[in-house]
C-alpha cells in the first residue's frame, strides 16, 4: 500500500503563478515517489492542479466532499475514490483516518482551518501524524509570527509550536515529516494545571 498525503490548499488558484508552480512540483513528487493524495475533492483552485497532475500520471487520489459542496457542482468527477461525507467536521475526520500525513500549501480560511485542526490533534496526541507547511513565496511568513507571538505571550507551548513543519520546497518538507516525533502529553499538561492555581 503507497502511503497517503492529504493536502490543504486553496479552492481559489492565487495571485501569482508561482503558487500554482507549487502545487505542480507538490504532485510531481507524489508521482515520483508514488505518494497517493487524499484532499478536498474539487476540481477548482491549487486542489485541481495537484488532482489532475496525479491522475494525469495514473496516480490515486482519493476525494472527501460533503454533500453540500458536491451540490455547488465543485466536485471533481474524474478521481480514483470519492468520498461523500454529511458535514464539514466528518470530511476532516474522515482526512485524519484515511492519510499518513499532511501539507498545507496556501490557502484560505478552508485550508486555516483544516490544518488548526491537525494541530490540535497532534498537540492533544489524539493522532500522531505529521504536519508540514510548505512556504511557497514566505505566503505564511505572517501565520508562523503569529504562532511564535501566542509562544511569547504564553498561549502555545515551545514545544507544540515546533510540532509544526516548514520547508520552502517539498523534498526537505518530506524529510522533516518523515523525521517527526510528537511531544509528550505529561508535562505540560501538568505545567499548566500548576499556572492555573
Ligand atoms: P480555502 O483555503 O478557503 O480556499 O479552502 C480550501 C480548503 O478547504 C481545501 O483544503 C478544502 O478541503 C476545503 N474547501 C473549501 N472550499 C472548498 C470548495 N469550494 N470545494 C472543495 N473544498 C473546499
Redesign the pocket.
Known sequence: MSVKICV?????MGRDKVYQEAAREVAGFFVKNNISLV????K??L?KILADTLLENHKEVIGI?PGM?VDKE?AHEGLSEFIEVKTMAERKAKMIELSDGFIALP?????LD?LSEILIYNQLRINDKPLGILNVNGYFDQLLAFFDHAVVEGYVRAEHRNNILVSDNIPELMEKMQAYRPVSMGKWLKDIKVESR
Open positions: 490543504f490548499c486553496g479552492s481559489s484532499y478536498g475533492g474539487a477548482v483552485g486542489m466532499m459542496l465543485v490557502g484560505g480560511f478552508g485550508t483544516e
